[in-house]
Structure formats: structure tokens, C-alpha cells
């Protein structure tokens, strides 16, 4: 049974910066590309950025791109998200995501790509 757990999240002023981490169990971590989701509620849940099975492509939104960083680590079977120069835009429940497919040559941004995914960790921006 794949097991996705986030962590990290957190309260921080505008500006500030955050690192989140994501384990992922069950599965053969470096097999599969990893992807990191925002929620707001009432709103659409979007893709954030994503990062290919042996970490050599990454891909941002447009919102965030120059500001955070997708990273892997799979000795550890562990993903993290680099947050800098956080606004109150970016408040939101982040999730982690492991890809549906094998070997993805191209990672998403699509949530429906995704097959396993963790219960989400809370970031919050003050202004």
C-alpha cells in the first residue's frame, strides 16, 4: 500500500520562506515522477510543480516559477518544495503526489496524472 505523508507546513510572513518534505512508502520511489498540488478552498486544486522520475526535469506554474523549487532526494525516497519570497497568495494546503505511470518520460502538472497522494500540509502567508 503506497503511503504519501507531507510535512513542513506552516505559518510565515510575507516574504519568508518555507521547505516542505514528502515520504512516500510502498512504492519504487525513483520510478515515478513526483508533483506538488495547492489547494484553496472554493477554489480549483492546482498543479504547483512536478519533477521526473530521476529528478533531470522539473516544471513550475507561472505563479510561482523563480520562487520555489522542486527537489528530490531518492536515496531517501523523499521530496521537497524550496518556498521563497512567500506572498499570501501562496496560503494554501499543499499536497504531494506520485505519478500514475511508470517512467513518465514528462511530469505534470495535471492532478488527474496522479494516483497516490497525501492528506496535505497546511501553509499559511500573513501579509
Known amino acids: 500500500q503506497v503511503q504519501v505523508v507531507e510535512s513542513g507546513g506552516g505559518l510565515v510572513q510575507a516574504g519568508g520562506s518555507l521547505r516542505l518534505s514528502c515520504t512516500a512508502s510502498?512504492?519504487?520511489?525513483?520510478?515515478?515522477?513526483m508533483g506538488w498540488f495547492r489547494r484553496v478552498p472554493g477554489k480549483e486544486r492546482e498543479g504547483v510543480s512536478c519533477?521526473?522520475?530521476?529528478?533531470?526535469?522539473?516544471y513550475y506554474a507561472d505563479s510561482v516559477l523563480g520562487r520555489f523549487t522542486i527537489s528530490r532526494d531518492n536515496a531517501k525516497n523523499t521530496l521537497y518544495l524550496q518556498m521563497n519570497s512567500l506572498k499570501p497568495e501562496d496560503t494554501a494546503i499543499y499536497y504531494c503526489?506520485?505519478?500514475?505511470?511508470?517512467?513518465?518520460?514528462?511530469?505534470?502538472?495535471?492532478?488527474?496524472?496522479?494516483?497516490?497522494w497525501g492528506q496535505g500540509t497546511q501553509v499559511t502567508v500573513s501579509s
Open positions: 519533477i521526473t522520475w530521476a529528478g533531470g526535469r522539473t
Open positions: 510502498g512504492l519504487t520511489f525513483d520510478n515515478y515522477a
Open positions: 503526489a506520485a505519478d500514475s505511470r511508470l517512467f513518465r518520460p514528462l511530469c505534470s502538472l495535471k492532478g488527474n496524472d496522479y494516483s497516490s
